[in-house]
């Protein structure tokens, strides 16, 4: 079982047994205050007293518990243990950064042609206005590069150890 789900059943047996021993409690507040002759009366008190401190070792575990639960629940992930999986996370977290890089420069072209296409409508066409539409295609080119490159490298990093093994057994 996990942590989570121990601390979960612990905390169930834990309300039961508060629940159970609230319930003898209000029973015993319950019984009259005369007391039939046959029943010790010492032995019902030692029965409280017992109970009552029952009640308050139970609430610090409860409260030690839901300490654990609250540190858990606010812990960071722990990062991954296999290397395989820390280099594909690797592998996505730059293919995502080229993603987010052709996405900006993809926005930029479109800006560019958006005004270069007003320009032309009015017949200004100015020369600053293609150049700017030339510079982003460019950078959208190299964003597009560096996509398919990030790409490339995640194929030949799962290809490598099979090339490995194959000439290994080869």
Known sequence: MS???????????????????????????ETPTEV??????TALEAEVTRLKAALVAEQATVAELTEKL??????????AADPKVAKMAQQLD?????LQRMRKSTVQL????????????????DPQLINKAMQA?????????????AEMD??????????????ANG
Do not use: F, W, Y
């Open 70 to 79: 609250n540190v858990a629940s606010k812990a960071p992930p722990q990062p």
């Open 137 to 149: 295609e460019l950078e959208s080119l190299r964003a597009t590069r560096h996509t398919e490159t």
């Open 3 to 29: 942590d989570q789900s121990n601390i979960a059943e612990l905390e169930r047996r834990i309300t039961a047994a508060l629940a159970r021993i609230g319930a003898g409690l209000d029973n015993l507040a």
């Open 154 to 167: 995640e194929i030949l990093a799962e290809l490598k150890p099979l090339i490995e093994e194959a000439r």
């Open 94 to 98: 730059i293919q995502g950064l080229e």
């Open 36 to 41: 039939a002759p046959s029943v010790d009366v």
């Open 110 to 125: 479109r800006e560019h042609l958006r005004v270069l296409h007003e320009a032309a409508v009015e017949n200004m066409v």
